[in-house]
C-alpha cells in the first residue's frame, strides 16, 4: 500500500485514518493513465462484501483496474496489527493472465506460506509478486523467502518493499528484489542508493523451470 503512510502500526484501527488511506490510493489510482503504457501491480485497502481488506490490483491501459487478490494471511503483533486493521481475504490464490504475463500475488507474510507458491507455479505462473511492508533488519530472511518462493514455483519473483521510517520506530529500507526462477539466483536489489530495479526478464525461462527438479516432482 505505497499511496499513504502504513496503517497497521497500531493496534486499534482508526477508522479516519482508513478514510484517507482509501482516498488517497483512489486518487493516486486515477493518475495511472499517466504511466500508460506500463501494466502497473499494486496493493491498496478497499472494502469488498462489507469487509475491510488488503487487496492486490493490477491496472492495465486497455482494461483500467481489477481486483485479482485479498491478503488471507494477517499478521498481529507490534508495528504490524493487520488482523486488527483488515479481515481476511477469500482465501483464492488464482492465477492472472495478462499481456504482461501469468501472474500471481503473494502479499508480504503470504510469502511464508511456500505451497502457494507451489500451487501458483502448477497454474502456470511466470512471475509471482510479493509486495510487503518489512523492517530493514530481517531483510535477509525475506530475500531467502524470496528465492525458496521462485525455485518451489519455477517462476520469477519479484518484491517491492516500504521504505522510510514510522513513529513508532519502524526502519523499512527497501530492498526489493527479482529472484530468477530455476536455482533462486538473485538477480538485483534495491537498496537507498539504487531505490529502482530495472531488467529484462525471459518469460520462457519460467516455463522451461517448470520442468525440472524440484517443481516436476508429484506431491
Known amino acids: 500500500m505505497p499511496l499513504h503512510p502504513w496503517l497497521a502500526h497500531t493496534r486499534e484501527a482508526d477508522s479516519a485514518q482508513w478514510d484517507q488511506a482509501v482516498q488517497a490510493h483512489e486518487s493516486w489510482i486515477s493518475r495511472l493513465g499517466e504511466l500508460a503504457p506500463a501494466t502497473v501491480a499494486?496493493?491498496?485497502?478497499?472494502?469488498?462484501?462489507?469487509?475491510?481488506?488488503n487487496a492486490a490490483y493490477l491496472w492495465e491501459p486497455d482494461h483500467g483496474i481489477s481486483t485479482v487478490h485479498t491478503k488471507y494471511y494477517l499478521p498481529d503483533e507490534p508495528g504490524f496489527w493487520e488482523a486488527s486493521w483488515y479481515e481476511r481475504g477469500d482465501g483464492g490464490f488464482s492465477l492472472v493472465d495478462t499481456a504482461r504475463g501469468k501472474l500471481g500475488f503473494l502479499i508480504c507474510t503470504e510469502i511464508w506460506f511456500n505451497f502457494r507458491a507451489r500451487e501458483y507455479g502448477k497454474q502456470g505462473m511466470q512471475l509471482l509478486l510479493c509486495p510487503r511492508a518489512t523492517p530493514n533488519p530481517t531483510a535477509p530472511k525475506w530475500v531467502a523467502g524470496g528465492q525458496a518462493a521462485a525455485v518451489v514455483s519455477g517462476a520469477y519473483c519479484l518484491s517491492s518493499n516500504l521504505a522510510g521510517t514510522t513513529p513508532e520506530g519502524g526502519d523499512y529500507a527497501g530492498v526489493g528484489w527479482i529472484i530468477e526462477p530455476s536455482e533462486g539466483k538473485v538477480l538485483g536489489l534495491t537498496s537507498p542508493e539504487q531505490p529502482f530495479l530495472t531488467l529484462d526478464i525471459d518469460l520462457e525461462e519460467a516455463d522451461r523451470a517448470k520442468g525440472t527438479y524440484p517443481r516436476y516432482v508429484l506431491d
Open 42 to 53: 499494486s496493493t491498496r485497502p478497499i472494502i469488498l462484501g462489507g469487509k475491510r481488506q
